[in-house]
């Protein structure tokens, strides 16, 4: 799947974005905190990012990475390959965190929300529910106040 770059300005949301184009977007504008993000930029890139955590987790625990029992039942230590493995999962995660809430900040502007509103994630129970309601709205036209 080839993505053109003169399909649509990294300054403007992509609308209805393949996956391999919303994926390379998020990189581009690694912490970019303002302009919007199209429903299908956002959604594609954790769907790319739950399936990387996950094949890491798994080749992880595969590999020994998280230590288990000897056969004396004691304690046994991670293996090498198993912490090669958590090393690059806890660097995938640090290399992601920033362009990730930049991300969600972009959405938010879509929404025709502040960024602001990131924060609310924070209030137990409701907030990271009220996140998730504003991560799936439509688009809305006012957001094209938060154009830098």
Excluded: C
């Amino acid at each position: 799947m080839s993505y053109s770059q003169n399909t649509v300005a990294l300054d403007q949301p992509y609308y209805g974005a393949p996956l391999g184009a919303a994926v390379q977007r998020f990189f581009k504008k690694y912490a970019t905190f303002t302009g919007r993000a199209s429903r299908s930029e956002f959604w594609w890139w954790i769907l790319a990012n739950v399936l990387v955590v996950a094949v890491l987790e798994i080749l992880a625990l595969v590999t020994g990475g998280a230590g288990g029992l000897d056969p004396e039942g004691n304690a046994a230590a991670p293996s090498g390959l198993g912490l090669v493995f958590l090393v690059v999962l806890i660097a995938w995660g640090l290399a992601t965190f920033v362009p990730h809430l930049a991300l969600i900040v972009r959405r938010l502007h879509d929404t025709n929300k502040s960024g602001f509103w990131i924060f609310i994630a924070f209030v137990p129970i409701v907030g990271p529910l009220v996140l998730l309601v504003f991560e799936l709205l439509p688009a809305d036209p006012a957001g094209a106040r938060f154009d830098a």
